[in-house]
């Protein structure tokens, strides 16, 4: 997978793993992830499927319908990447934190959803309920972030709120911050992610 990895000044930190919405790349999240955790290194990728020439992380069959065989194939995809890297840059692999934007938050909470383990916690900017009908893994101990819009057009406040619910109910802590900037991910919205990320991490 096309991606950059940056080495921070801490090794105790987690290593933030960078995830980009429809239409962006691997360098789109940096400053995002510079301002919730600067002494983090740093791994972000670029989504490796192509619609009208975007990147996105998992093929969708229309707006807010993903297509979900795809989806499971590029989690599983995505979490096979995160073992290799861990060997390659010599990171904890127990100790990374996802930070998606839209499409990318929809990944990162595709990975709570499979896999147990594959992260420490997430900050989930806009995300959606990535898969529903499925068992959860456990998520005792695992921190999740989720800013939302209530007046998102595409991730409405019922999707967050069942999102929330569900991350819950599998031992997740959850905090979810409004705003009222609809899909936009805003200034106080990212201030926020980092003051949840240095409460938990740091």
Known sequence: MKHIFKKGTSTDAPVLLLLHGTGGNEEDLVPLGSLISPQSSILSVRGSVLENGMPRFFKRLAEGVFDEEDLKFR??????FLDAAADKYEFDRQNVVAVGYSNGANIAGSLLFHYEGSLRGA???HPMVPLRGIQL???QGVNVFIGAGKNDPICPPQETEELEHLLKEAGAEVETHWENFGHQLTQPEAERASAWFQKYFL
């Open 75 to 80: 989690t599983k995809e995505l979490h096979a």
């Open 123 to 125: 900050a989930l900017h």
């Open 137 to 139: 893994p456990v998520l």
